[in-house]
Nanobody, 113 residues
Framework: QVQVVESGGGLVQPGGSLTLSCAAS???????MSWYRQAPGKQRELVAT???????TYVDSVKGRFTISRDNAKNTVYLQMNSLAPEDTAAYYC????????WGQGTQVTVSA
């Protein structure tokens, strides 16, 4: 069973930045990878995806602010988050594009003054 470990979350003021990391226990080379988030009382939301070829897509609410990237040599996916807003507060998770691996613990991002 593939395991993923998310890290890099924390408390940040509005307008601030964070970079999240997701380390997988196997090669991600052939996988599209995605970041998801879940705010309290809400369903998990797909935030960003990067294909195996490097094509990226984003949910409208984060376009221009978030950047997903990958380092296949390290089996790691990143999410650079800029201009953070309170509505970005959520637990952030990564998985393959289909969400078929076991979910990790996530990393909490809290945007608050």
């Amino acid at each position: 069973q593939v395991q993923v470990v998310e890290s890099g979350g924390g408390l940040v003021q509005p307008g601030g930045s964070l970079t999240l990391s997701c380390a997988a226990s196997r090669s991600i080379f052939s996988y599209g990878m995605s970041w998801y988030r879940q705010a309290p009382g809400k369903q998990r939301e797909l935030v960003a995806t990067i294909t195996s070829g490097g094509t990226t897509t984003y949910v409208d609410s984060v376009k221009g602010r978030f950047t997903i990237s990958r380092d296949n040599a390290k089996n790691t996916v990143y999410l650079q988050m800029n201009s953070l807003a309170p509505e970005d507060t959520a637990a952030y998770y990564c998985n393959n594009f289909y969400g078929s691996w076991a979910w990790g613990q996530g990393t909490q991002v809290t945007v608050s003054a």
